[in-house]
Nanobody, 126 residues
Framework: QVQLVESGGGLVQAGGSLRLSCAAS????????MGWFRQAPGKEREFVAA????????DYADSVKGRFTISRDNAKNTVYLQMNSLKPEDTAVYYC???????????????????WGQGTQVTVSS
């Protein structure tokens, strides 16, 4: 079992930045691809970013490309999401997820992830 705990969310003005962290426990995530998803009120959960187990491959939703950066520190069992140039439409609960590595790829599909955190709220004011 992998337990995931997100942190770093909060209230920020448009144009500002936040750095989300996802701390894992239970087992090492070095063999897991990791992803960030988000869910806004009244909307379905959507893919934000993903990173392979080694960090060598990353993938981003078009809506966040150039603004968000996913990274990982396997020694710290932690994954990060640096969010810059935030927009009001980025407001959502952000979830971290882990997917047992099947090769060196990533996945944008929420159903392919094995473990999920409880989420952290990000609110961007205009």
């Amino acid at each position: 079992q992998v337990q995931l705990v997100e942190s770093g969310g909060g209230l920020v003005q448009a144009g500002g930045s936040l750095r989300l962290s996802c701390a894992a426990s239970g087992r090492t995530i070095s063999t897991y691809a990791m992803g960030w998803f988000r869910q806004a009120p009244g909307k379905e959960r959507e893919f934000v970013a993903a990173i392979s187990w080694s960090g060598g491959n990353t993938d981003y939703a078009d809506s966040v490309k150039g603004r968000f950066t996913i990274s990982r520190d396997n020694a710290k069992n932690t994954v990060y999401l640096q969010m810059n140039s935030l927009k009001p439409e980025d407001t959502a609960v952000y979830y971290c997820a882990a997917r047992y590595s099947r090769g060196g790829g990533t996945s944008t599909i929420s159903g392919s992830y094995d473990y999920w955190g409880q989420g952290t709220q990000v609110t961007v004011s205009s």
